[in-house]
């Protein structure tokens, strides 16, 4: 069974950067997606950026392309975002999933890390 889990949060000021780092344990199948999502109190869950485990191609959300990579290393079964010009609004606990497709609703995502806290000070 597949388990994930972040790391790398903390609380930051605007502008700075911050890379989130996902470990993957029990094997991800070269066909499966990697993802980070967000989710800040009051509001849903939302995707933020995908890679494909075995092409290494990557899906951003339009609210973080030009600021956020997403890469992964899969001899360490590693997932990581790197985060630049970070914002106040991109204040949110992340959470690492992984799924079979860009499924719209995190519910179709199979399995999920616990997240990890970032938080971006003005």
């Known amino acids: 069974q597949v388990q994930l889990v972040e790391s790398g949060g903390g609380l930051v000021q605007t502008g700075d950067s911050l890379t989130l780092s996902c470990v993957a344990s029990?094997?991800?199948?070269?066909?499966?997606?990697l993802a980070w999502f967000r989710q800040s109190p009051g509001k849903e869950r939302e995707f933020v950026a995908g890679?494909?485990?075995?092409?290494?191609?990557?899906n951003y959300a339009d609210s973080v392309k030009g600021r956020f990579t997403i890469s992964r290393d899969k001899a360490k079964s590693t997932v990581y975002l790197q985060m630049n010009s970070l914002k106040p609004e991109d204040t949110a606990l992340y959470y690492c999933a992984r799924g079979s497709s860009y499924y719209a609703s995190p519910r179709l995502w199979p399995t999920w890390g616990q997240g990890t806290q970032v938080t971006v000070s003005s």
């Open positions: 029990g094997g991800i199948l070269s066909s499966s997606i």
């Open positions: 890679i494909r485990w075995g092409y290494g191609t990557t």
